[in-house]
């Protein structure tokens, strides 16, 4: 038996051999010794630190594994933010954040990129202080994460102790956590043979593994780490280009990513993109698109970052997973909106990590491009919790009876006329006031605050209406009685009696609030108050056919289309004279000719209103004739500045382009001496 000293020397150079051959098998893929003689010196370390408990430290490759399961989490807060990436889906898109960096660099040279596959997997943060790990955390939301330190402990790719001694006392790497193919196909076929339910892909595993309160059960999951960047660094000296940086990590024992490359301009990185696209199902990992990062930290640190991701980096992103299946029938759905949708019913198809029996075809000009018919073999794509859809037809595999999808004239849920806008392709059921699909949502829309403006009708109790059978349309809402109401949940009698009070209230109107209520296509809040201002009375205003609805100002031909087919269908009509029936009414004199001082002139308001109400503010601006628009722009001929705007967007651009600008006690005093307002 040796003795203390001599143990420690012994323990301590079995350690630096087991790290050593740990770093040449998981990190660099190159084993020297066969795995009996790892076993060996393994084996000869547990029995030396059983005889001498008191030298087994953290770093040893005996201590992976063996913490008591924990209870909870602890909260990780990141000294220096993770922060996420933009993305990139096309080559201009590539281009673009490269003439970004130019131009803010203000040079015409071009940027050299360091060019890394996007590992699908769980980002984490390994804090090492003198080259002994300490911490493992993830990356939360980028500000705070959680300590899963037991559990990175267990994976044999990331040293418990960093080899050599020339890194930084304080050094945090950042790295991705993931699950290779070969492991997971392992993983999931152990829990079959158990009858236990398998993981859906490797990145839901590689989650799940990590965030085991018992490290002993990540142990068993095969796990690797792939270092991408640093985050904290204290003392000692960084090479100063990235790539640079990941080849000392790699030195110093950590594994990166072989395939990661330096691309010495745009040019190259789109050439490296095709290249790994093209090799992707051949890695043995998954990946989900390409990162590119400025190379010179220097460069870097110039760029800086905006909101919560950096300047310097994009993440290009590869198409989304796609598998073939066949094309069974195809069923035409009907939105809240009237948006009428084809819907691709398939014989499942798993792809993206789900079983996809039902796809999006999204409209008719998508049939029209696809060529696709019923019966055809399509490339059904998935891409995260998108909706699948129909991408491409396989019309080599086009079988004989093959059949044409018909796009419906009318809608499948009420019958009325399905119309499309030229250049518009969504197409939309017309019959928004009696559509069983729409009804909901034209009931919320006609009793909110800028329609008919009933007080206390919410969207859940709209819903619970509906659900219920009460109200069948916007009229059967004048027909309620405060016992059916009282009946809803969270409704008592005294809360039925103040709705039926805020009903019959809402009865008395204006003519624009009730053509802006019935929720006619393209007719906002502006355009009915110019349509009733321009006609003066709703039967002027029904009888008028296209040309003459293009005489309103702001009213295209697309717009008086709508409106012009909305009052000639029959069940309009009688939507409008059922709520007429029931009380509504609003007084012609109302729109008569006005006042409007303010005609013609384009107003903006931005910032907050002690002294009235914004929505207020605008309401008595367009009494008085003026347009309130939301933007700033050439056209504008003054800019309403409430408190707390001086640096706000819209009044810095109006100083940029001279336009005129009041504060709050301004307008309040314009408004005054208009008689608009009395405040």
């Known amino acids: 038996m040796p003795n203390t000293l001599e143990a420690q020397e012994k323990i301590e150079s079995l350690k630096q051999q087991l790290n050593y051959h740990n770093y040449r098998y998981y990190v660099l893929d190159d084993p020297t010794i066969p795995d009996a003689e790892y076993d060996r010196l393994l084996q000869q370390l547990q029995e030396l ?21 924990l209870s909870v989490f602890d909260q990780v807060v990141h000294e220096i933010p993770m922060l996420s990436l933009d993305n990139a889906f096309a080559d201009q898109d590539l281009l673009d954040f490269d003439r970004r960096i130019r131009d803010r660099l203000k040079t015409d040279a071009e940027i050299s990129y360091a060019a890394e596959p996007k590992l699908d997997g769980i980002a984490v943060s390994i804090l090492y202080r003198n080259g002994v790990l300490e911490r493992g955390a993830t990356r939360g939301d980028g500000a705070t994460g959680e300590d899963i330190t037991q559990n990175v402990r267990t994976i044999p790719s990331i040293p418990l ?107 190259a990185c789109m050439d490296y993109y095709r290249k790994l696209g093209e090799k992707r199902d051949r890695l043995p990992y998954d990946i989900d698109g390409i990162v590119f990062k400025v190379n010179d930290l220097s460069l870097q640190q110039k760029l800086g ?18 598998e073939m299946t066949r094309l069974l029938s195809v069923e035409f759905q009907v939105g809240r909106t009237g948006a009428v949708t084809p819907v691709a019913r398939l014989e499942p198809v798993f792809v993206g990590g789900v079983t996809v029996s039902n796809a999006t075809l999204h409209n008719r000009d998508e049939i029209q491009r696809l060529g696709v018919m019923v019966g055809d073999t399509v490339v059904v794509r998935r891409a995260g919790d998108v909706i699948p859809q129909v991408v491409s037809v396989v019309k080599s595999k086009r079988p004989a009876d093959a059949s044409s999808i018909t796009f419906p004239d009318a809608c499948p849920v009420c019958g009325s006329p399905v119309e499309s806008v030229p250049g518009e392709a969504v197409a939309r059921c017309t019959g928004g006031l009696i559509c069983e699909a729409q009804r909901k949502e034209a009931i919320k829309h006609f009793a909110s605050r800028k329609a008919m403006d009933i007080d206390g009708l919410g969207d859940k109790l709209v819903e619970q209406m509906v659900d219920q059978g009460l109200v069948h349309s916007v009229a059967d809402l004048y027909r309620l009685q405060a016992a059916q109401v009282a009946g809803l949940e969270r409704m008592g009698e005294k809360s039925a009696q103040n709705l039926v009070a805020a009903l019959d209230k809402s009865k008395s109107t204006t003519l624009e609030r009730f053509l802006f209520a019935l929720g006619i296509r393209e007719v906002g809040e502006a355009t009915a108050r110019a349509l009733a201002r321009h006609f003066g009375n709703l039967p002027a205003l029904m009888a008028a056919d296209e ?37 509504v009414h609003w007084s012609d004199l109302e729109v008569a000719a006005r006042h409007e001082p303010l005609a013609g002139k384009t107003y903006v308001v931005t910032g907050s209103f002690e002294l009235i109400k914004r929505d207020l503010a605008k309401k008595l601006l367009q009494d008085l004739g003026a347009k309130v628009a939301g933007s700033v722009s050439a056209k504008t001929h003054c800019v309403v500045v409430g408190g707390g705007a001086e640096n706000n967007a819209k009044y810095v651009k109006a100083r940029e382009l001279g336009i005129e600008t009041m504060d709050e006690e301004q307008l309040v005093t314009l408004l005054k001496e208009q008689g608009v307002f009395e405040g």
Not at 54 to 68: H, K, M, N, W, Y
Not at 218 to 234: D, F, I, N, Q
Not at 305 to 322: C, L, T
Request: negative net charge.
């Open 305 to 322: 970052f905006v909101s919560r991701a950096p300047r310097w980096a994009v993440a290009y992103k590869f198409p989304a997973q796609e």
């Open 49 to 69: 630190e059983r005889s001498y408990p008191q030298l087994i430290t953290a770093d040893s490759p005996t201590q992976r594994v063996g913490e008591a399961p």
């Open 547 to 583: 040309e003459q609805l293009q005489q309103v100002p702001d009213v295209g031909p697309v717009v008086a289309h709508f409106v012009a087919e909305f009052f000639q269908q029959e069940h309009t009509r009688e939507a409008i004279v059922a709520l007429q029936e029931c009380g």
């Open 161 to 267: 102790r960093l080899i050599g001694d020339d890194y930084p006392p304080v050094l945090e790497v950042r790295g991705e956590i993931y699950m290779p193919k070969a492991g997971f196909e392992r993983l999931n076929q152990a829990a079959r043979e158990r009858g236990d339910k398998p993981f859906v892909n490797p990145r839901n595993a590689a989650a799940g593994s990590l965030r085991q309160l018992d490290s002993r059960i990540t142990a068993t999951r095969p796990l690797e780490m792939c270092a991408y960047s640093v985050g904290l660094v204290e003392g000692g000296e960084m090479p100063s280009r990235h790539t640079d940086v990941l080849y000392a990590l790699n030195r110093w024992g950590l594994k990166i990513n072989p395939e990661m490359a330096v691309a010495e301009n745009i040019s």
